[in-house]
């Protein structure tokens, strides 16, 4: 195209005032490709622009490209309202922004059952192992108690059978006195009297 001299302006790289020079779909165009990182400045160019009030459907479509939105463009009508299309983006990321919160907010309540469950299964393992532990100094307390209780009694017997031996009192009256005061059968107070009355 030798013959065919062509300008290439980048909407871009425009000053401001330059696009605002701009009376065709371009002026519009230009502040989307401007603004296409940031909602809030393209929203409030599309309310300060009178052509974005009332856009051609093609640069509907170059709005879906620019910032992924998906609305579609009336067949019948060749114009649009771009400020009800962002506003719909707008929504779109608010929702998807909504759909996030939600999905934290789900795993931190999660995360805050899980603690609690393992919480819970230390403290009753805890209390198991406390429960074991006095349980099984509650045992060594009665056989010591017993044991204290049984060696009492087998000295009381002792002494009983040694006071009787030294009075000079028989076996029998012996017997019958370990009988008496140690409620014993008489072949158990024999063997007491046969290990200890020497």
Known sequence: MADCPANVV????????????????????????????????????????????????????????????????????????????????????????????????????????????????KAAKALEEEQEKAAKALEEEQEKAAKALYDERKNGIFNLIATCRDLGESLEKARQRLMRYYHLTQSEAAAYLKEYYV
């Open 10 to 121: 980048s909407l871009v790289d425009l000053m401001e005032e330059e696009v605002w020079n701009l009376n065709s779909s371009l002026r519009p165009l230009s502040w989307l490709l401007r603004t296409q990182d940031d909602d809030v400045e393209m929203l409030r160019k599309a309310r300060e622009d009178p052509l974005f009030l009332d856009a051609p459907s093609v640069l509907y479509r170059v709005f879906n490209e620019l910032t992924g939105a998906d609305l579609t463009v009336p067949r019948k009508k060749e114009h649009n309202n771009m400020c009800l299309a962002i506003e719909k983006m707008k929504e779109k990321g608010r929702l998807e922004e909504r759909k996030r919160s939600l999905k934290a907010l789900e795993e931190e309540r999660e995360k805050s059952a899980k603690a609690l469950e393992e919480e819970q299964e």
